[in-house]
């Protein structure tokens, strides 16, 4: 078992690399191995060139993947749940955090905070998954 396994828990596909690229560029840098979790498929993420939903899917997971190969993250997850709140089925994401979680055994675990600007309800959902299931997978 690595001494730095680091777990990553982001509503968006893109939000890591947006949220704390340099960090994970420099944990890497430092031998920790970085695994990434995007619980929403990105769907509904910008869309100036109007594509559908489901390209929007498809170019937000390739994007995701090329980020991570440039910063050295070992693994992503995507969860593919709906990019809405209200569409997200919380009690599946919860028992596959805490099943992800209990297998990686992770030293860390990184996720969006409340004082964060961003307070979209799917970016805070993700968030207290996130530190909801941390206790439940480390028994």
């Not at 690595?2 to 968006?12: E, G, L, P, Q, R």
């Not at 430092?30 to 769907?43: D, P, R, Y």
């Not at 190969?69 to 919860?94: C, H, M, Q, R």
């Not at 990184?110 to 970016?123: A, E, H, K, L, S």
């Amino acid at each position: 078992m690595c001494h730095n396994n680091i777990v990553i828990i982001s509503a968006h596909p893109d939000d890591m690399e947006i949220g704390m690229g340099g960090t994970v560029a420099k944990l890497v840098e430092s031998k920790a191995v970085i695994t990434s979790i995007a619980v929403t498929n990105g769907g509904r993420s910008s869309n100036p060139f109007a594509l559908t939903e489901q390209r929007i899917i498809e170019v937000r997971r390739e994007e995701a993947l090329r980020a991570a190969s440039v910063l050295g993250v070992k693994e992503v997850i995507f969860y593919g749940e709906p990019d809405a709140a209200g569409e997200v089925n919380t009690t599946a994401v919860k028992r596959r955090l805490i099943e992800i979680l209990a297998r990686l055994r992770p030293t860390e675990v990184y996720r969006w905070m409340r004082r964060v600007t961003d307070i979209q309800p799917i970016v805070l959902s993700a968030s207290w998954r996130g530190k909801a299931c941390v206790k439940p997978a480390s028994r």
